[in-house]
């Protein structure tokens, strides 16, 4: 009984709030209605006439005192409200408004969720901040003759900036040179290869090296008294010769792949070689850093070039082998291309067990993690996620944390929805990104915009929700709440990282709620009222009854069509009914 009479009450209440959500134009002319009717016994024409005989017989002083004192009390009122949004960034009287009439008219309470995510705030506040510019290599970058230079020939346009490249460029010195290389030919060639700006003189350069495959090296031994044996020795191929033709040299991705075999060959023979001698000294020591380097950056590579080719199970077979056998390499974050791959793959498991292991409070956040763990929350709750739905019963706990993960993503980069959504159009990402900023929003979108496409309802979801993340960080933005604050440069570095025909996303901004809006302009009004009616009252008078008739005339208009159409007797003939 007492369910039936809850289940009749919860019908009532919903009837009560779609009547006053679609039908309040029909109530507002009910009223007017009944007010007409009602002319005659409440007096309304009678008492208006008092209130303009009365309005007629007041100064100029008062409409002096009334302006000035509308004036400072709307002052006082955008004071308050420009305080409260600077210390918790939202309008005092919007908050009160929905907190209190929100509900009644069946609206969500969000007060769980924000305190949810303030403590959620409080427990990462002591999360050591990183260096605010700090530019990554992208772990998705593509192949720049198979995929950047394709690019170009078709449209013209560079897709690559030099300040890009140049970090590249850095980037091979780095992995692939060591202060040995004048002993080895080839790798002497590479060096002065990797620091070329012209493509084709770096091309030039590593056919050259991948020339020199041989050296005669006079060996003496002491087998008969001054006697001497000539011997030759095949120097083994050059891995990153075959490298820099992969990348720069493929036109295709299958020829790249054929490439970076043959220095698979190569690097895996002197990565052996240098791990025997490594504790040898120092100079051993950076060779096989260096050799190590090559062997991973190869393996990666080619695990890449079996992903695009469409062969997924393998690639992630070799990412799989490549994280077990140098998990210490955590500088090519290969997890991410392991994500991208068990996402095409749909094993959403193995997806979970890879977020459990790198989102992890110690280790740098990214978008691929922190969006990836949204599409997990979101998948769950999705499907069936209805706004209309949650905006009556609430939200359940699993939407309240597909919901919660998105905040969470979004805040950490807050530029990757609108090209989810596709509400800005996407570009080929560059070869380095900056994390929390449009660079890293397009190489994220650029690969997962598909898996987030293939679950049901995850982009409605996301498109619900996400701008509410702004209402929830403290202001200033640059405070944080959930990471660290976000970094004020990161426009400028997008700037150069990205091609200039490509319009830079920045930060998103609060804007002023509308009541301080509203406040200032009706402070500004009054003021400017009060001090014209003090100096010019006559002439003010003039204009307020000038303004007042063209204000009231099209109400007389319709009285007067309605008088004749109803008799005022209309009250006294119901009476007598």
């Not at 763990?373 to 309240?400: C, H, I, N, Q, Y």
Request: with cysteine; aromatic share 12%.
């Amino acid at each position: 009984m007492a369910e039936a009479a809850a289940g009749f009450l919860e019908q009532l209440k919903s009837c009560i709030v779609w009547s006053w959500t679609y039908l309040w134009t029909v109530w507002f002319f009910i009223v007017l209605f009944l007010v007409y009717i009602l002319r005659v016994p409440l007096r309304i024409n009678d008492n208006l006439s008092t209130v303009s005989m009365f309005l007629n017989t007041l100064t100029p002083k008062f409409y002096v005192a009334l302006t000035g004192t509308s004036s400072l009390i709307s002052g006082l009122i955008l004071i308050f409200e420009w305080w409260y949004f600077r210390k918790y960034g939202t309008s005092f009287i919007e908050q009160v408004s929905v907190s209190h009439l929100r509900p009644l008219l069946g609206g969500v309470d969000n007060n769980s969720s924000n305190n949810s995510n303030s403590s959620n705030g409080d427990s990462d506040s002591n999360r050591q901040s990183v260096s605010e510019c700090k530019v990554w290599r992208n772990p998705l970058n593509l192949f720049r003759g198979a995929e950047y230079n394709r690019y170009t020939w078709v449209t013209g346009r560079e897709p690559l900036t030099y300040y890009d490249m140049n970090l590249s460029a850095q980037d091979h010195q780095t992995f692939f040179t060591c202060d040995s290389d004048h002993l080895r030919p080839a790798d002497a060639i590479m060096q002065k290869a990797w620091r070329e700006r012209n493509p084709q003189a770096r091309i030039s350069a590593a056919h050259e090296a991948l020339e020199i495959n041989e050296i005669r090296s006079r060996v003496e031994v002491p087998l008969i008294a001054s006697s001497t044996i000539w011997e030759i020795k095949l120097l083994p191929k050059c891995a990153t010769a075959y490298i820099l033709l992969a990348e720069e040299e493929a036109t295709t991705i299958a020829e790249a792949e054929k490439l970076f075999k043959q220095a698979l060959k190569a690097g895996d023979g002197c990565y052996r070689r240098s791990q025997q001698l490594q504790h040898h000294g120092s100079q051993y020591e950076a060779q096989h850093r260096r050799d190590t380097n090559v062997l991973v950056y190869i393996k990666r590579r080619l695990a890449m070039c079996a992903r695009r080719l469409g062969r997924t199970r393998e690639a992630v077979k070799m990412m799989r082998d490549l994280m077990k056998e140098f998990p210490l390499l955590s500088m090519f974050n290969i997890h991410e291309n392991l994500l991208e791959a068990l996402l095409e793959l749909q094993a959403y498991a193995d997806v979970q067990a890879v977020l459990a292991k790198y989102d992890d409070i110690s280790l740098p956040k990214s978008a691929t993690i922190c969006y990836t763990a949204a599409l997990l929350k979101a998948r769950a709750v999705s499907d069936k996620f209805s706004p209309e739905a949650a905006s009556r019963r609430g939200l359940s706990t699993a939407e309240m944390n597909a919901v919660e993960a998105i905040h969470r993503a979004v805040e950490f980069n807050p530029h990757v929805p609108k090209y989810l959504l596709e509400m800005k159009s996407l570009i080929l990402p560059p070869e380095h990104i900056l994390k929390r900023g449009d660079s890293e929003a397009i190489a994220y979108a650029f690969f997962h915009l598909a898996h987030w496409k293939r679950v049901e309802g995850a982009l409605n979801l996301l498109h619900c929700t996400w701008e509410g993340t702004f209402r929830m960080i403290p202001y200033p933005l640059e405070k944080g709440h959930l990471f660290y604050p976000y970094p004020i440069c990161t426009e400028t570095a997008d700037r150069e990282l990205l091609p200039s025909f490509h319009e830079v996303s920045v930060y998103p901004k609060k804007e002023l709620p509308f009541f301080i809006l509203f406040t200032a302009g009706l402070c500004s009004f009054t003021a400017m009222l009060a001090l014209l009616t003090h100096q010019f009252p006559e002439l003010m008078g003039v204009f307020a009854k000038a303004f007042l008739s063209t204000l009231f005339a099209p109400l007389n208009f319709v009285m007067e069509k309605v008088e004749s159409i109803l008799p005022s007797s209309l009250w006294h003939q119901l009476t007598r009914i």
